[in-house]
């Protein structure tokens, strides 16, 4: 933040196009337990749309920064003189900016790798938790089931396949399989539910990680932009660290809603 604050002024002097809330692009984190809602194909799609956006805007960057590398070295002071002697302010702004930019360099990414080994550690074992909280609400559905099975099959064909010979006990076999997806749900809830363990792990990967990095990329890569708008250089010049760093983030959320078990479907049919 001491990074974007010191470009404020500069960057809104040279009338840099207002840059949309990158989180926007992340679609709600979902509630329920089962990933048969959606959320996936919803991020795989926003993660596609956004990465066409970072290739775009990339490219848009490499076009004015090419420009500026490859401008003689006296044209680059005369543009720079002239620009600090119509805007003292702003151009006071750029070097201060260009300082903090790197002082955050050696405060916020130890910070954000030590705060990114922690909290893998600690999803490590929420995720070993979540597993076992799983298969021990699932326990009692499932011990009927095998009761049940085992009491009330046949076994049919070469393969020895068992199946119900009563449509009441294919019935009591699908009315025990949705015991058993409502005790996981149920379960499920403390670390999916609003507020849920996972959703609460990803707001500080999120706090500690993503959005310490976002500043610090950001902020380097404004103080770049900043230069080339001050050289007067044309084209849609905006950092793209914010859209990456958004990324990350949605893969990550992927990574941790994966963990989501599929509803249990019965698995036993009747025989014709």
């Not at 044209?75 to 003292?88: H, I, L, S, T």
């Not at 955050?104 to 705060?115: G, Q």
């Not at 058993?180 to 499920?188: F, L």
Request: aromatic share 6%; proline share 6%.
């Amino acid at each position: 933040m001491r990074v974007l604050t010191a470009l404020v002024f500069l960057l809104s002097g040279l009338a840099v196009a207002a840059e949309p809330d990158p989180w926007s692009r992340v679609p709600p984190l979902p509630t329920g337990c089962f990933p048969d809602d959606g959320f996936s194909e919803r991020l795989i799609a926003a993660d596609e749309a956004l990465q066409a956006e970072i290739e775009r805007q990339d490219a848009a960057n490499a076009a004015a920064r090419e420009r500026f590398d490859n401008m003689d070295m006296a044209e680059k002071a005369q543009r720079m003189q002239a620009f600090m002697m119509e805007n003292p302010q702003a151009a006071m702004a750029m070097l201060t900016g260009e300082q903090a930019a790197g002082e955050a360099v050696h405060a916020d990414l130890p910070e954000a790798s030590a705060a990114s080994a922690r909290l893998e550690g600690e999803l490590k074992e929420l995720r070993a938790g979540f597993l076992a909280a799983l298969d021990l609400a699932a326990k009692a559905a499932r011990a009927k089931q095998d009761k049940l099975i085992a009491a009330r099959t046949v076994e049919v064909g070469e393969a020895a396949v068992s199946m119900f010979t009563s449509a009441a006990d294919l019935a009591e076999h699908e009315r025990l399989v949705a015991e058993e997806n409502a005790a996981r749900e149920r379960a499920c809830a403390p670390y999916f539910g609003t507020g849920g363990s996972f959703p609460r792990w990803l707001a500080s990967y999120r706090a500690e990680v993503i959005e310490k990095l976002m500043a610090t990329e950001k902020g380097m890569d404004s103080a770049v932009v900043a230069q080339m708008k001050a050289m007067g250089l044309p084209g849609n010049i905006q950092p793209t660290a914010p859209l990456k760093r958004v990324q990350e983030f949605m893969r990550k959320a992927h990574d941790v809603y994966g963990v989501r078990p599929g509803r249990t479907m019965p698995w036993v049919s009747l025989k014709r």
